[in-house]
């Protein structure tokens, strides 16, 4: 249709009498058309230049062109308009009857091409990186998120390179190709690619291999997904606890030792594990006798396959000036770290650490009472590391403890200086004396807990309790602690405000010269946001399980369904007598509502496409509130919270319906006859991408943290059997992430709960064009029908079905079968119907087959579930109707109708 809502029809050739009585039918049938009429060759040229046209209706003979010139004429000016012949002296109700139909086909083929616009779209702007490549690597196909996680500028550079060339070990690449070759699949293989600027990301990879018809691979078709903040949260996790563990050991060995040299050995060997680095070691400086600065390597640890450093001589003793390196003395002197890229250094300084195997190192100085003492070293020998903050604090705590050790007292100086070198470090440090009392925490404990050193000391460590542990586990720790172990463990502490956090911690006993324990030392890190990361990968890998289960149930079901429904459809039309139609009633009321069910599994699967648009979060509010507010008790009120300025979200307006029901339905449960439930939109996370943030707060009795923790999993409820499936809140957190969104909860027993959504935000929708009423198309009879199923109840009831509205029915198993059936007709079918999913050869494969054989033949693909990526490839091969099972006969019935008469 035109932008203005009009309907435009040219009428070309035939005699006057028949294009005049044409014309007042069509203007009778179409109101709103404009019809216009091209009497000779002038006349059409004229027409044509005049603007676009909807439906261009040309007759048969034509006395000054041939049909088909006259056709390529109306197309090579109006592509996108429906051309379609009149037979010679068809009456004004035949003629308005072929435009009908025509521009039926005309609306679908519209629709068609503004589908694939739409699935481009979603391609173009998934978050997740996808291709299509060849076997030796070419990239024939990528998104822009691909291009973006791969670090090059845009899809077009991608296309240019290979992405063999992107493995950072061939080795993965070799063992992806054994794995797809040998299963035709590959599922969540995690590897790690390079980008061309030398960092390293971590990605999930699945593919499968398209093969052509005698098995041999055309290409592989494949997502990415970044896992590098996973893997490196998970990395650093591991690292952490090591870490802790090796600083714990270092501090009481240093306290209880006459002399830190006996044990600076071990200690360097557990620091240089724990943080994963190929050599650490320790240069204490020396006088020289012209003021030039000297430092001399006494201790060393490396890692298998390491070369030694300590036995080069050029290091016995190191002279800063004469290597060029002067200014790094200077850095350490004032404290300062250093951090080194051997191939940013200039020569001849890169050469000299370049025959050592060193790529990078990190220099942390050693004071002793305000003096340079010396430095404490990681060096990064397989392959350059970039060093991070925490690292560094790491290696920087190290050395104040050694910095501490070195003076070889036990007095009250000693003590102190080893707890400013503790205040260093992120973790937090607690002493406490044996009764348990603490003695002194670091700045580290007043971030994490809130509570001042003032606060803190003279108190117990009870104060951080949250009453989540029992008593019997504290007293284990106590017991392990005072026979002299080292206790490692979890807690689950308060800070101060009230709220929880998850701790790691390694608490040890310090013991005097004689062997006494004297002190015991807590050395301890927040690892909340580590444990909500991991979490959220188990979630994650749920989802995807039960996502992949969901689709095939919905696949079978579906077709189950659409048995039972034809059935009861062909019943109904069988059956006179009344008292029989409240039964099947029942029967479509029942497969209607396992249609809904399968939906909603398909949406788990995610083999069902989302269709959004743009959603004010007032009116979904308000729609939700309409709904709710008649089934809630009386006592409770529900407040809607939303700014004077229109927010709008990208969503599916009717599932961010059912995630907001889900949430309003379980804040009713939690605060039974009164309280207040508010619904709240405001902006969300700066982007980009910008956000709109919901939140559904109620006054209810809230949750403790064990059920906080399953509260998104499936099959989890705390309600009393046969009150609650446990998959309420499964489906909003599977549906909000379906969106690219996010969910989180906040919750404390007895203070209520709020969820918050955060979904991304989206200009006002524009004003909606007014389209022109079309009478629905009048059902024709006639005409050969081929059915393609592998289920023989759904063959047979589209046979009779058919067969009873006056059509000649085929019917084929599989796609071999149809192709046989086929090969024996002089006459080909005009409409095939076909199922997507079929032993052999599947209905995807049989398309292809027929559009080589007949392009234009009209085909209506079935099935019980459609992947997006198959509603691409079917369009692209020109398949404009797809039913979904299980479907009504009626609408079978209108399909053919629409695409044969």
């Known amino acids: 249709m035109n932008g203005n809502g009009d309907l435009r029809i040219l009428l070309v050739g035939g005699d006057r009498a028949d294009r005049e009585a044409a014309v007042r039918a069509l203007g009778s049938a179409f109101p709103a058309a404009l019809v216009s009429v091209a009497e000779d060759p002038d006349g059409l040229d004229q027409a044509l230049l005049g603007g676009a046209y909807d439906l261009v209706l ?73 291709y299509r490549t060849t076997p030796q690597g070419r990239i024939l196909d990528a998104n822009p998120a691909l291009a973006r996680l791969l670090g090059v500028p845009d899809v077009g550079s991608l296309l ?28 969540n293989f995690v590897i790690r690619l390079r980008r061309p600027d030398g960092t390293a990301v971590w990605v999930s990879d699945s593919a499968f291999a398209v093969r052509d018809e005698e098995g041999r691979i055309l290409c592989y078709e494949g997502a990415l997904e970044d896992l590098t903040a996973l893997r490196w949260a998970e990395e650093t996790l591991r690292r952490r606890e090591g870490i802790l563990e090796a600083l714990a050991d270092a501090a009481q060995r240093f306290l209880r030792s006459p002399s830190w040299r006996e044990d600076i050995e071990a200690v360097l060997a557990g620091l240089g594990s724990a943080a994963d680095v190929d050599r650490v070691y320790i240069f204490e400086n020396v006088a020289s006798s012209d003021g030039r600065p000297l430092s001399a390597q006494r201790h060393e640890w490396v890692r298998d396959g390491i070369r030694p450093e300590i036995a080069n001589e050029g290091m016995l003793p190191f002279d800063w000036r004469a290597h060029g390196v002067e200014q790094w003395a200077r850095a350490l002197e004032k404290g300062e770290n250093v951090r080194i890229r051997v191939a940013e250094s200039p020569e001849p300084v890169r050469g000299f650490l370049e025959a050592q195997d060193i790529r990078s190192i990190l220099l942390v100085p050693i004071h002793v009472k305000g003096t340079w003492w010396g430095f404490i070293g990681f060096n990064a020998c397989r392959e350059e590391r970039e060093w991070t903050a925490a690292e560094a604090d790491v290696l920087r705590a190290a050395a104040g403890i050694l910095g501490a050790a070195v003076l070889g007292r036990r007095v009250e100086e000693e003590r102190l200086l080893l707890s400013k070198a503790l205040e260093q470090a992120h973790e937090t440090i607690v002493i406490t004396d044996t009764e348990g009392t603490i003695v002194h925490v670091n700045p580290a404990f007043v971030r994490t807990t809130g509570y001042t050193a003032a606060e803190a000391v003279g108190r117990n460590p009870r104060i951080l309790k949250s009453g989540e542990q ?8 106590w017991k392990t602690i005072t026979s002299g172990k080292v206790w490692s463990g979890r807690f689950v502490n308060r800070r101060k405000d009230g709220s929880l956090y998850l701790e790691d911690a390694v608490i040890s006993p310090v013991r005097d010269a004689a062997g006494r324990i004297v002190n015991y030392v807590g050395v301890k890190r927040d690892v909340t946001r580590d444990v909500e990361l991991r979490r959220e990968l188990e979630r994650s890998q749920k989802l995807e399980a039960l996502g992949r289960l969901a689709g095939g149930i919905a696949h079978d079901m579906n077709n189950v369904m659409a048995q039972v429904l034809g059935a009861a459809e062909i019943l109904s039309r069988r059956i006179s007598d009344p008292k029989h139609r409240p039964h099947l009633d029942l029967i479509r ?92 939109a ?9 956000m709109v943030r919901l939140t559904v707060s109620d006054t209810g009795a809230g949750m403790d943290r064990p059920t906080l923790e399953r509260v998104f999993d499936p099959f989890y409820t705390t309600k009393s059997p046969g009150e609650g499936t446990g998959l309420g809140l499964y489906i909003a957190y599977g549906i909000v992430k379906a969106h690219g969104g996010s969910i989180d909860v906040r919750s404390r027993p007895g203070a209520g709960t709020t969820f918050t959504i955060e979904l991304p935000a989206c200009p006002p929708p524009a004003a909606p064009a007014e389209a022109a009423e079309m009478s629905a198309p009048s059902r024709g009879k006639g005409g050969t029908v081929l059915v393609v199923d592998d289920e023989p109840g759904i063959l047979t009831l589209l046979e009779d079905i058919l067969r009873a509205e006056g059509y000649r029915v085929l019917t084929a198993r599989d796609g071999e079968a149809a192709l046989e059936v086929l090969s024996r007709e002089r006459e080909g079918p005009d409409l095939v119907i076909t199922d997507l999913g079929m032993p052999g050869m599947g209905g995807r494969d049989l398309v292809r087959r027929l559009r080589d054989r007949a392009p ?26 797809i039913l979904r099972k299980p479907f009504r006969l009626e609408e079978v019935l209108d399909a053919v109708t629409a695409l044969i008469g």
């Not at 041939?66 to 308009?81: K, W």
């Not at 429906?82 to 308005?96: C, E, F, K, S």
């Not at 029992?470 to 720790?477: N, Q, T, V």
């Not at 509502?593 to 909603?600: D, L, P």
Request: glycine fraction near 6%; charge should be positive; aromatic fraction near 6%.
């Open 682 to 690: 405001r902006p969300g996370s700066p982007g980009p991408p910008r």
């Open 589 to 680: 009321k029942a497969v209607e509502r396992g249609r809904s069910i399968t939906h909603r599994l398909l949406l788990f699967s995610r083999e069902e496409g989302l269709k959004v648009e743009p959603v004010a979060a007032a009116e979904l509010f308000e729609e939700v509130r309409e709904v709710v507010k008649h089934t809630f008790p009386k006592g409770i009120r529900i407040v809607v919270d939303v700014p004077p300025e229109p927010l709008f979200l990208q969503a599916n307006r009717g599932q961010m319906q059912q995630v907001l029901m889900n949430l309003c339905l379980n804040a009713a449960d939690a605060m039974e006859d009164t309280g207040i439930l508010t619904l709240a």
């Open 470 to 477: 029992d008593e019997a586990f504290y007293r284990g720790l």
């Open 160 to 187: 240019a390179a290979n992405v063999e060339d992107c493995y950072a070990d061939p080795a993965d690449r070799a063992a992806w190709r054994d794995r797809m070759e040998r299963d035709g699949v590959v599922r």
């Open 58 to 130: 040309a007759h048969r003979d034509l006395p000054w062109s041939s049909l088909r010139s006259t056709l390529r004429a109306v197309r090579s000016r109006n592509p996108s308009c429906t051309v379609t012949r009149l037979p010679r002296g068809a009456p004004p109700d035949r003629v308005v009857d072929i435009a009908r139909r025509a521009l039926v086909r005309h609306a679908e083929r519209r629709a068609a091409r503004e589908r694939e616009a739409r699935f481009r779209s979603l391609f173009d702007h998934l978050p997740v990186g996808i």
């Open 856 to 881: 234009g033949l009209p085909i209506l693909v079935s099935s019980g579930y459609v992947e997006s990526r198959s509603f691409r490839e079917l369009s692209g091969l020109g398949v404009q109707t």
